[in-house]
Nanobody, 126 residues
Framework: QVQLVESGGGSVQSGGSLRLSCAGSGYTSASVHMGWFRQGPGKEREGVAAIDPDGFTLYADSVKGRFTISQDNAKNTLYLEMKSLKPEDTAVYYC????????????????????WGQGTQVTVSS
């Protein structure tokens, strides 16, 4: 059974940084693509960043240049380094995993992910 547990969220001032982690179990890194999504109050869940087994990464335009996704395959852990945070980054951030069967260009779409963590809150103040 695949399980994903996020950690590292919190409150930070605008311009600050946070590092999110996602500890996974029940899968091998070579068999899945991984992604980070976020959902702000009253908003739709959106893709933030993704990485495939080959290390290819994809970012939403709103975070490119500020966020970095990475993974430690030996530890089955996914990371999201967030810098230059803005109030509009405030959201619950979710880790997700799906079967590695898709064109990497599709990896910010919710429909290509099967498993989801419970989320971790990130709050950025002005």
């Amino acid at each position: 059974q695949v399980q994903l547990v996020e950690s590292g969220g919190g409150s930070v001032q605008s311009g600050g940084s946070l590092r999110l982690s996602c500890a996974g179990s029940g899968y091998t890194s070579a068999s899945v693509h991984m992604g980070w999504f976020r959902q702000g109050p009253g908003k739709e869940r959106e893709g933030v960043a993704a990485i495939d087994p080959d290390g290819f990464t994809l970012y939403a335009d709103s975070v490119k240049g500020r966020f970095t996704i990475s993974q430690d395959n030996a530890k089955n852990t996914l990371y999201l380094e967030m810098k230059s945070l803005k109030p509009e980054d405030t959201a619950v951030y979710y880790c997700a995993a799906g079967p590695s069967l898709y064109d990497p260009r599709l990896l910010l779409l919710r429909g290509v992910y099967k498993y989801w963590g419970q989320g971790t809150q990130v709050t950025v103040s002005s």
